[in-house]
């Protein structure tokens, strides 16, 4: 059975933004006026997991702009993966500001089963690889454990005058991939990237699953 990330994140009540799938430029453009600009104008293809590695997301992008975006990066991305199945772009709300950027997943390790990993995303997980680990299962105050461990965690506490994240909405996201790996167990990872948190609440921007 193929399963598909944005229906767990869904069927689960993780928090995203509204998104439309365009598959012309001039549908792209459509989709972002019911949206609201800024978007963010992402490339749709099943052959492309890692999107922002191969300059498959643009940001921030404005009403005049939507529609020569969009085809510069169909031609780019097809340039560079002939043989990609390209299904269009997607057209999603860009995230408000003054969130922290992190990186939330869950894997299957052939040793110790599904192992959920957390981490700050950018620089913090890219240079520092500041990232912690834990097998499932666990309970809450372990995923709280997981989180203080990282080295950059006053980050999430608010540094310099910064409004500290709620490190509960990490945690209630870090147990429900749990439920979703027990109840499909199938699943040989699941990460969602970025997991954009803030004072009250994170929002899932991006992911995969398979």
Not at 112 to 130: P, Q, S
Not at 182 to 201: A, Q, T, V
Request: charged share 25%; proline share 5%.
């Amino acid at each position: 059975m193929k399963i598909n990330f944005w229906e767990l994140i869904k069927e689960y009540n993780i928090n995203t933004l509204p998104t439309f799938y365009a598959s012309t430029p001039k549908e792209a453009q459509q989709n972002s006026k019911l949206i609201g600009y800024p978007v963010a104008v992402k490339i749709n293809s099943p052959d492309i997991s890692h999107k922002s590695d191969v300059g498959g997301v643009i940001l921030n992008v404005n009403n005049s702009s939507v529609k020569n975006i969009t085809e510069k990066l169909m031609r780019d991305i097809h340039d560079q993966f002939p043989k990609a199945s390209l299904k269009g772009v997607s057209i999603q709300k860009m995230a408000p500001k003054n969130g922290i950027e992190c990186i939330v997943g869950i894997k299957r390790d052939p040793q110790f089963g599904h192992v959920v990993m957390f981490g700050l995303g950018g620089i913090y997980t890219e240079v520092l690889k500041d990232i912690t680990f834990r097998v499932t299962p666990f309970e809450e105050f372990e995923a709280y454990n997981m989180i203080e461990e990282i080295k950059s965690y006053a980050i999430l506490n608010g540094i310099r005058g910064a409004e500290p994240i709620s490190i509960k909405c990490i945690v209630d996201v870090i147990m429900t991939l749990q439920e979703i790996v027990r109840k499909y167990p199938e699943i040989e990872e699941f990460d969602i990237n970025p997991l954009m948190c803030y004072s009250d609440g994170c929002i899932a921007i991006d992911g995969r699953v398979f």
